[in-house]
């Protein structure tokens, strides 16, 4: 068995891959869409997966909260199932709860740009003593920008900003 996320029947039209290993591969293929083409398959995959994750670590295994779900389908996942393997490999091994919510989830996802930019919010919401006004200043964008930002990286509630 084989698998690729390449065409190799056009790689072999542009002279990039050898007929004979083709028609050697070519037995019996599947088509299988990526995982972002099939997003009603992630919350029985992750289940899935959380589960057997869990028992290879010997822990048991939390349940993943609906909000949870919709934030790894929202996901595109370029890395496929090994991607959204390794984000609930790591959820599983950090979490000591009972469920996986999706600001565990979230965390996991970010990337160090987001991590960045959220640090930033927060120390300029803090310098102004939770204005958001003052601290759009501090950071030289527009009010409604930091709302924009500040809901994006999903900072309202902590700790409680003023508007």
């Known amino acids: 068995m084989t698998a690729t996320n390449r065409d190799l029947a056009a790689m072999v039209g ?3 891959f050898r007929p004979d290993l083709l028609y ?11 995982l972002a083409e099939r997003r009603e398959d992630i919350p029985l995959l ?7 994750i ?4 010997r822990k048991p295994p939390p349940a993943l909260a609906d909000t949870a779900l919709a934030r790894l389908a929202a996901e595109s996942w370029p890395g496929n199932v090994r991607q959204l393997a390794n984000v609930l490999e ?12 999706e600001a565990e ?4 996802l970010a990337t160090p740009k987001e991590e960045d930019e959220s640090e930033r919010l927060r120390a300029a919401l803090l ?9 759009a200043a ?7 920008e930091l709302l924009r930002r500040v809901k994006a990286l999903d900072l309202g509630g902590f700790p409680k900003y003023r508007d």
Do not use: Q
């Open 105 to 108: 989830i979230a965390a996991l």
């Open 138 to 144: 501090r950071l030289g964008v527009s009010y409604r």
């Open 46 to 52: 992750a289940g899935h997966l959380v589960a057997r």
């Open 14 to 16: 542009a002279g990039r």
């Open 54 to 57: 869990a028992e290879r670590h």
């Open 127 to 135: 310098a102004s003593g939770g204005d958001k006004k003052a601290a």
């Open 90 to 101: 790591r959820a599983v091994i950090l979490h000591a709860g009972e469920t996986l919510g």
């Open 24 to 34: 050697r591969l070519e037995i019996f293929p599947i088509a299988l869409p990526a």
